[in-house]
């Protein structure tokens, strides 16, 4: 299969001859066996939206580019389909598969095929069910290892019973929430699913995992795809049950509260939990995300390094879905979005004085959701049905947060500065929202203005909004660079600042300030044998993708550590 831009017949000797047959050079014989010798061909095509779900006229592209007949066709396979709303005109990008005469190659089917794991099979403790523990012990199982499971929530539908007191009530549940739980922080989320860690493991072997377990195949196509938290809890089960069928262990409602080290204490080889309960293994994957503070506390007390790094704060910006697409597709606001395109997003990013203000993790028609871990605060994130259909647009709106400016907590913090410095964020928006995981927001003029706001738009926020002066309330420093920030974007982005907007706060678990260090190729940590940090809490991944990638890697290393202390016992005798 090969990839062109260029008509084919430029690179192929098939097809030169064709080329040279329509110039006059080559007899017809040249034509008769380019059309009757089968060929495949990668090709990318860009149409008109209005045309780009017609496969007649795929083919008709296709064709041209190709440099045959349309009628010579005999399959086509859509491989990515990506929207240039750059212009007004709006156009797609398609790439496809393309056979001349002949069939493509068969693709693979989705279903899940992992091994039984063999009897006697090392044992793996995973602390952390979420996309790195997950995927960690799915390429755990295909590496014959048998993974033990600890999660401290519960399993991904049961979970969902214990949102209900946090939206409706404002009731904070502690082990179980829109962070904690099957499937971690990502279950109910937008399911976004784009990452730039392209290099960091395979990306499409993600992907495929996520649709051999339920998700819609179209995440394979779509060049920004994502699930939707509708999906994503059955996706999440049926991966649980494919965990479970290879004969793996999943403990649901275990908060691991321990480590258990070797009787000289120089190796981790297990767990225990609130109860008391130890799990023991060869060694100890630590995917606990970027909420389990305990976690960083309970390694503080174990005197695990651990070392402060650059986070993010600031607020979640909602605006009324139908003005991000009138911006975003160059159509009057007034104008109803084109039943071809999908709910519109936005990604922006600037330095002021060297600090990054950026847009993060955006969700068109999506929801603002109340996502502490604790009743005494109030966090804000974002999550989107598959549809994308609420008719709000929301995205995280942070200001880069370096270790230095959490300098004044660090003789009472110590490593930890960065966890209170959000910590006291997320208090200062639960008094300011009055209890009940209500929450301060203020709209955006008016922040800009540094003035109140007497009222507020329309939100997606189910626990309620309280008008408050988020420019007040913010961080020294965090407020001046947001309201530049904005005035950039405004400008880039016509129509982006106004009044219509909401800046509801605070935006705290964008990513952890706490890095687990660990050695760059074992991916062990330095000083503690058989300890294994991964995913987002350990500092080594921003997104579900990422995390996933991270917990593959985790798991290879862990196997292939041990392979290699095994061949070297055997070739000591
Ligand atoms: C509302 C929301 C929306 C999001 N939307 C997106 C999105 O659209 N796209 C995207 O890429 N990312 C999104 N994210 C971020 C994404 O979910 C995380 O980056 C990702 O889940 C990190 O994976 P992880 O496995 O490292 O950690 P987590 O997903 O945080 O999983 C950690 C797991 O460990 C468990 N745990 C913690 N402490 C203990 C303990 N002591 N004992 C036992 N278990 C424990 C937790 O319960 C949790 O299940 C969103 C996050 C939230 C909160």
């Known amino acids: 299969m090969r990839s062109i831009d260029q008509p084919v017949f430029r690179k192929s000797p ?29 090709v990318t095509i860009t149409l008109l939206l209005e045309q ?30 990506s929207i240039d709303a750059r212009r007004a005109q709006i156009k797609v990008q398609l790439r496809l598969d393309v056979a001349v005469n002949g069939k493509l190659h068969l693709e693979p089917e989705c279903n899940p095929s992992y091994p039984k794991i063999p009897s006697g099979a090392k044992r793996l403790v995973i602390v952390g069910m979420g996309p790195a523990g997950m995927f960690a012990a799915l390429r755990a199982i295909e590496l014959g290892w048998k993974p033990i499971i600890l999660e401290r929530g519960k399993d991904a539908i049961a979970r969902r019973f214990d949102l209900a007191p946090i939206l409706r009530e404002g009731r904070v549940i502690e082990d179980s929430n829109y962070c904690f ?72 409602e275990k908060r691991v509260t321990g480590l258990i080290r070797s009787s000289n204490g120089e190796k981790m080889i297990g767990v225990s939990t609130k109860e008391g309960q130890e799990f023991i293994g060869v060694a100890v994957l630590l995917a606990t995300g970027h909420s389990a503070r305990d976690i960083y506390h309970l390694l503080e007390r174990e ?65 603002v ?25 929301n995205s995280g709106f942070v200001v880069s947060i370096e270790p230095e400016d959490t300098e004044d907590l660090r003789r009472e913090h110590g490593v930890l500065a960065g966890v209170a410095f959000q910590k006291e964020m997320e208090r200062v928006a639960s008094r300011a929202g009055g209890g009940k995981q209500k929450a301060p927001s203020q709209r955006m003029r008016d922040f800009l203005k540094k003035r109140d706001s007497a009222d507020l ?23 001046d660079l947001m309201q530049e920030g904005l005035r950039h974007f405004g400008k880039s982005m016509n129509g982006y600042v106004t009044q219509d907007a909401n800046l509801i706060g605070f935006e705290t678990r964008t990513s952890s300030p706490v890095r687990i260090p660990r050695d760059p190729q074992l991916l062990e940590h330095p000083e503690v044998e058989g ?5 987002e809490g350990a500092g080594f991944a921003g997104g579900i993708v990422s995390a996933a990638l991270d917990g593959i890697r985790c798991a290879e290393a862990i196997a292939s550590k041990s392979s290699e202390v095994s061949r070297l016992r055997v070739n000591l005798g």
């Open 181 to 252: 739980g099957e499937g971690g922080a990502g279950t109910y989320s937008d399911g976004k699913l784009y990452t730039r860690a392209t290099k960091r493991g395979p990306v499409r072997k993600v992907y495929e995992t996520f649709v051999e377990h339920g998700a819609p195949s179209r995440i394979l196509i779509d060049s920004h795809p994502h699930i939707g938290s509708n999906l994503l809890p059955n996706v999440v089960r049926a991966m649980r049950e494919t965990i479970l069928a290879s004969g793996a262990e999943v403990h649901f």
């Open 303 to 367: 005197r695990v390094r651990m070392e402060q790094k650059p986070f993010a704060v600031g607020v979640r910006i909602e605006h009324p879905q139908p003005l991000i697409d009138s911006i975003q597709y160059s159509y009057k606001r007034t104008a109803c979005r084109h039943p071809m395109l999908p709910a519109a997003s936005y990604s922006l990013a600037t330095k002021i004085r060297d600090r990054g203000v950026h847009s993060f993790c955006m969700c068109p028609g999506g929801f």
């Open 52 to 81: 780009s779900d017609d496969e007649s006229i795929w083919r008709q592209a296709a064709a041209e580019k190709i440099g045959v007949e349309p009628s010579l066709i005999t399959e086509i396979r859509l491989k990515k389909h």
């Open 14 to 42: 098939l097809f030169l001859d064709l080329w040279a047959g329509r110039q006059g050079k080559r007899g017809s014989s040249v034509c008769v066996r380019a059309m009757t010798e089968p060929t495949c061909h990668t």
């Open 457 to 479: 738009p329309d939100s997606s926020y189910f626990p309620g909004l309280t008008p408050a002066p988020i420019h007040a309330l913010l961080p020294k420093g965090v407020g």
């Open 369 to 393: 959701v109340p996502s502490a871990t604790e009743s005494d605060e109030v966090v804000v994130n974002g999550m989107s049905l598959a549809r994308r259909d609420s008719p709000f647009a």
């Open 531 to 535: 300890l294994y940090p991964c995913g």
